[in-house]
């Protein structure tokens, strides 16, 4: 048995790291404890993409028919789905299914433009203060259109989230070259969210890291949470395969896995894995010049310094995090029809990652409802890096018992 922690966190991704970083900038003490090595999860091989411009959950109108008609395209389809009779994922299949509306929109609007206008102004100031070399650019990212229906419909949400705030251009056919000399002659226009940035997430997070351990953290990798003891509504034993640990508080951030970690516990905590792919190669000869989503194709284009990434596909409900050489290179194939490429690409890595994707799109950022020290930060779908540094803070501001920067309700995790 180790002696009693301050602050112990479960899962050492960008989540767990932003708020051990945030945690022990206040003066807490703090142990991140990782079943593997920490900040090589779910979030090292991701787009990297910083976007406050997000305020549009993943459950929306639209969504499920999109998602019918992409199924009829298999082999170009950025979504799929697990067959399974699981009482549980059916559960959170309909659960989705309900969320795709209006209303939820509505509700999820606010709190996620709070938070993702914390968490990129803490990402800027962060990254200045600690010195990080991490390839960060604050150019925003390039939607690239090929077809006028693509391309109408993208307008159409970018007006509705220009009424929110969010800074916008929308480029024709010309201009869109001229912004992006990479994409090829029959692009015929772009939408440009000015106010995001992107980095390189695996030197961001190894960069954390090590900062974090720097400045005071107990950090146990290869230790995996295998249950816990509570009493009187408060966790009195973390179990792991490495020994019991004691903690005054808990915090839960272990991405899609954390409904498996928290089985002991009895809650109800609605999340399923979402699969996604990228491959990494070497810089090709001529690179974009910001980060890019190419529109119909749903997939992402991220400049990461000497190297080039793509990412794309959301498979919902399957655990695996091997990489299927299938889809890396249809992910490739579908970036040859926007971008300028060299013929052979020097790949690098090849990667899986599970997205934490609750049913109506919203993180769980919170007090659990039944447990006194425990806190719940988790459930950021396709933002999980983006949102991190936020999180961080106001998990920060929860432990240390002071008003979050911004209401926590809509986040709670008792609105399931
Ligand atoms: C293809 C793809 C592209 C993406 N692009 C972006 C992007 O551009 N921008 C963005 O913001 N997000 C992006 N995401 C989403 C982002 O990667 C996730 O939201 C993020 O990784 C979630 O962070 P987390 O810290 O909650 O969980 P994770 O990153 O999954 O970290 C959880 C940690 O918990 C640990 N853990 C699990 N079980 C246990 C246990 N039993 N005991 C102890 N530790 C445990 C794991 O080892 C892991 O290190 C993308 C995801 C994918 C798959």
């Not at 309909?94 to 993702?116: D, H, K, T, W, Y």
């Amino acid at each position: 048995m180790n002696s009693k922690h301050d602050v112990l966190i479960i899962g050492g991704g960008p989540v767990g790291l932003s708020c051990a970083y945030y945690l022990l900038k206040s003066g807490r003490k703090v142990t991140i404890l990782d079943a593997h090595e920490i900040g090589k999860g779910s979030g090292s091989g991701n787009a990297g993409h910083i976007v406050p411009s997000h305020i549009i959950p993943l459950a929306a109108p639209g969504v499920v028919t999109s998602a019918l008609k992409w199924m009829l395209d298999p082999a170009h389809s950025p979504f799929g789905m697990k067959v399974s009779l699981d009482p549980k994922y059916i559960s959170w299949l309909l659960q989705f299914v309900m969320a795709c509306n209006e209303a939820n929109v509505q509700r999820a609007i606010s709190p996620l433009n709070s938070l993702g206008q914390l968490s990129a102004k803490n990402f800027a100031q962060l990254i200045t203060e600690e010195k990080f070399d991490c390839s960060y650019q604050e150019k925003g990212f390039l939607n690239l259109y090929k077809n006028e229906e693509g391309f109408h419909a993208g307008q159409h949400e970018a007006e509705f989230m220009q009424k929110h705030g969010i800074p916008i251009n929308v480029y024709d056919k010309s201009k869109v070259h001229e912004v992006e000399p990479v994409a090829l002659s029959d692009v015929i226009g772009g939408i440009h969210f000015t106010g995001d940035a992107h980095l390189n997430p695996a030197v961001f997070l190894k960069l954390l890291s090590e900062r974090v351990r720097a400045i005071g953290a107990e950090m146990f990798e290869n230790t995996s949470v295998t249950g816990f003891e509570s009493m009187n509504g408060k966790i009195t034993k973390v179990k792991t395969n490495a020994g019991d640990f004691e903690s005054e508080q808990v915090i839960l951030a272990a991405g899609a896995f954390t409904p498996l970690v928290a089985r002991d516990l009895k809650l109800n905590i609605p999340i399923q894995p979402a699969r996604g792919y990228s491959l990494t190669m070497t810089a090709n000869k001529q690179m974009p010049r910001q980060a890019l989503i190419l529109g119909e194709r749903r997939i992402a284009v991220s400049p990461l310094g000497n190297l080039l990434r793509f990412t794309g596909r959301l498979e919902v409900g399957n655990y695996s995090q091997m990489p299927n050489p299938v889809w890396i290179q249809r992910i490739e194939n579908s970036v040859r029809e926007y971008i300028t490429l060299d013929e052979k690409l020097d790949i690098q890595e090849t990667w899986a990652g599970l997205r934490p994707v609750t049913p109506d799109g919203m993180p769980i950022i919170g007090r659990s409802p039944t447990h006194g020290n425990l806190i719940l930060a988790t459930g950021h779908a396709m933002l999980g890096l983006s949102l991190g540094p936020g999180t961080g803070q106001v998990v920060a501001e929860l432990v240390n018992g002071q008003t979050p920067s911004f209401s926590l309700s809509p986040m709670r995790l008792d609105r399931f």
